[in-house]
């Protein structure tokens, strides 16, 4: 497997643009999770689903930020309009019902400018 | 929300020696934990975890200790090499499933 996979690894985008993240989660899970992670606040959870379904949104910090999970195989987290704060790297994290650990993604790096 | 805080944000070790990170929760309810390895520009992975009912746990040089009268969980690194340097987090698990992590403890390591 090859493991969780999030695209694109970095993304640059100017102040008021939409971005768009992406991830594959691992094939037979069925739990996804959207993390951010900053030096000043560490990973926080943002959102996560179950079975393609958003459980708890509670850590989305804003109505700019929105999560979608079409398939079982892929998510994105979208954030509109983009504002200098949002700079973080965003990984996503998938789990299977039994196994308590989260595998990570490689994250992507957002620099709003 | 629950708190899981580290000791120290960053530790030094010569190699070859011990090494041992700490980590405080405060969920006295949380049943399992887990400790990542971050290494720069990676996602936080997976080292070795232990559920609530188990004091100790070992893997390949590393050894979790969970001592829940004074919520306290420790990751000791046996003849820490240069490859462990990277970031170490513990993360806890509550009653509704959700993980939450600390802050991170940074390992560097001395050749």
């Known amino acids: 497997d090859a493991g969780v996979i999030q695209s694109p690894r970095h993304e640059v985008t100017e102040m008021g643009q939409e971005v768009t993240l992406r991830c594959k989660p691992i094939?037979?899970?069925?739990?996804l999770f959207w993390y951010r992670q900053t030096m000043m606040r560490g990973l926080e959870l943002l959102i996560y689903?179950?079975?393609?379904?958003?459980?708890?949104d509670s850590g989305m910090p804003e109505d700019r930020f929105s999560a979608k999970m079409p398939n079982a195989s892929f998510s994105t987290l979208k954030i509109q309009p983009s504002e200098p704060r949002d700079s973080a790297v965003y990984f996503c994290?998938?789990?299977?019902?039994?196994?308590?650990?989260?595998?990570f993604g490689s994250g992507t790096r957002l620099t709003v400018v | 929300g629950e708190s899981v805080g580290l000791h120290l944000p960053t530790l030094s070790v010569q190699e070859g020696d011990n090494s041992i990170i700490n980590c405080a929760y405060s969920?006295?309810?949380?049943?399992?934990f887990i400790w990542y390895k971050q290494e720069s520009g990676k996602g936080p992975q997976f080292i070795i975890d232990?559920?609530?009912?188990?004091d100790k746990r070992q893997g390949q040089r590393v050894t979790v200790l969970l001592n829940k009268t004074v919520k306290h969980l420790s990751l000791q690194i046996a003849a820490t090499q240069p490859g462990d340097s990277a970031v170490y987090f513990c993360a806890e698990r509550d009653g509704a499933n959700n993980l939450f992590f600390g802050t991170g403890t940074r390992l560097t390591v001395i050749p």
């Open positions: 969920n006295s309810a949380s049943d399992y």
């Open positions: 689903f179950n079975n393609n379904v958003p459980i708890d």
């Open positions: 094939s037979g899970h069925d739990y």
């Open positions: 994290a998938s789990s299977s019902t039994g196994y308590y650990g989260y595998t």
């Open positions: 232990i559920r609530s009912n188990m």
